[in-house]
């Protein structure tokens, strides 16, 4: 944009000679911001004179005796010139020229203003376009500035820490103009991604009991739940490591009659749905299957034992007046009694016991009975007199024992060894249950008895029962 200015004696004379080139003209230097400056000729008229200048926001404006240079403010990252051209608009000829300069704006520009970081951390470069001195300031401590050797440095390098806060975070961090305190504000965003394996998947121990570790590696809140129910498994603390921890776990003795026992720990994570599990066995080393066997006086039993590794045992009873033991496991009833018979390892660190109940043997024909019962057959003798001719017998003989018997037949007798009667069985007779045989006997009843043989218990036995002893036979009236 020009600007003229004329004073009253634009249009001289033959006469005139132009001042302009006797004129004591400086360049002009201003700062980035709008601003104005007034240049001052004592003694010179300048009415004559005309100014031009070549760039938009500069401009001059022509006084009396003076000159006024007026600049916009510089927002660009460049110092810039304009050129003012003074013109004798009265000779039309004589014109003279001088600068004027603005400084650049200070300023601090970054061009890129977010970023996305690994979940791993590292460095980030920042590009920043500056003219000025700044400092770097970060919001977060998980992002930390490298400094340089120079403030002017065209680059910012930013280390960012690895993420171990189980989600996505972000942060920014400041580039501040140290001249303004303007800031150019960087975002930068950090994944997370879950990391989560547990081992081993199962783990073993003995009887005995003790402690198991469980290594997990996380960088997620993770819980330990031991199964519900079993509480011979327990969690006693977990020890931190560089990429996760180690949890610990309690197992109780194990003294159940049985080969082993298992159960499961699980590790989880509710807010990512993760979930591992551990499978615990513990195995009995040594015990016996049985926990209690009952014997009879002076008959012996092996005492079956479960020993999954082999090892050497001892066998010993506690009180000896009743049972006794081999070293093979052999016992032996020697009175009726009770006693603990114990089997161990011979460095003592397994056992297990058995009660052995010695009782006398029980004989089952004492708890046998017989019930009889008689009917008379009458008719007339050689006489004619009217007598007895028959007598019907039944007999029923009842298992009164705890046991089940086997009978195997009965034979009746009367009169010493005749055989009146005879009958195989080869059927269970239960306890408390009975059994009834029936004889005719047509003559004198004397002597009369019964033998009954059975099984129990793998042997055989007989029974007598013999009629108890009656009154004469009776008469009855005639018919």
């Not at 944009?1 to 006469?15: I, Q, R, V, Y």
């Not at 006086?297 to 081999?326: K, P």
């Not at 057959?377 to 009842?398: E, F, M, P, Q």
Request: charged share 25%.
């Amino acid at each position: 944009m020009a600007t003229l200015c004329c004073g009253l004696n634009s249009c001289g004379g033959e006469d005139y000679v132009s001042r302009l080139k006797e004129l004591i003209l400086k360049d002009v230097t201003f700062d980035n911001g709008a601003d104005s400056k007034v240049l001052t000729f004592r003694n010179e008229d300048l009415s004559n004179y005309a100014a031009n200048s070549n760039q938009d926001w500069c401009t001059a404006i022509i006084g009396e005796s003076t000159i006024t240079i007026r600049v916009l403010a510089n927002d660009t990252y460049d110092d810039r010139t304009a050129t003012i051209t003074l013109a004798d608009i009265k000779d039309g000829i004589s014109s003279r020229t001088f600068t004027v300069t603005q400084a650049q704006a200070a300023g601090v520009v970054v061009n890129t203003k977010e970023y996305e970081m690994e979940m791993a951390g590292g460095e980030i470069t920042v590009e920043v376009l500056s003219n000025v001195e700044y400092y770097v300031k970060s919001d977060v401590d998980w992002i930390k500035y490298v400094e340089t050797r120079g403030l002017t440095s065209s680059t910012v390098v930013l280390q960012v820490g690895k993420n171990n806060t189980g989600v996505k975070r972000s942060g920014t961090v400041r580039i501040i103009n140290d001249e303004t305190d303007e800031a150019e504000v960087v975002k930068i965003t950090q994944s997370f991604n879950p990391i989560y394996s547990v081992s081993p998947s199962s783990l073993s121990i003995d009887e005995l009991g003790g402690e198991l570790e469980v290594s997990v590696t996380s960088n997620i809140q993770v819980d330990t739940y031991p199964y519900p129910g079993d509480n011979w498994v327990s969690t006693i603390g977990r020890e931190t490591t560089e990429d996760g921890f180690v949890q610990k776990l309690k197992v109780s003795a194990f003294t159940a009659k049985q080969a082993s026992r298992s159960t499961y720990v699980t590790f989880e994570n509710s807010v990512y749905d993760m979930y591992e599990t551990v499978r615990i066995t513990q195995y009995r080393t040594l015990y016996i299957p049985e926990t209690s066997v009952d014997l009879l006086t002076g008959d012996s039993v092996r005492v079956s034992v479960y020993n999954s590794n082999n090892i050497d045992i001892i066998w010993r009873s506690l009180d000896e007046r009743y049972v006794t033991i081999t070293e093979n496991g052999y016992i032996k009833g020697l009175k009726a009694g009770t006693a603990t018979v114990i089997v161990s390892s011979r460095d003592g660190a397994y056992s297990d016991n058995i009660q052995v109940v010695v009782s006398d043997p029980i004989k089952v024909e004492d708890y046998f009975n017989a019930r009889w019962s008689e009917s008379f057959v009458y008719g007339k003798d050689t006489l004619g007199n009217d007598s007895v001719i028959a007598t019907n017998i039944n007999c029923t003989l009842t298992n009164g024992s705890p046991f089940d018997i086997e009978l195997i037949e009965c034979t009746g007798y009367n009169n010493g060894p005749r055989i009146i009667y005879h009958e195989s069985f080869r059927s269970v007779l239960a306890s408390g249950a009975g059994v009834t045989v029936s004889v005719r006997v047509e003559e004198e009843v004397n002597n009369l008895y019964f033998v009954w043989r059975y099984y129990h218990d793998g042997k055989e036995y007989t029974y007598k029962t013999e009629k108890p002893l009656t009154a004469a036979r009776r008469k009855s009236k005639k018919r």
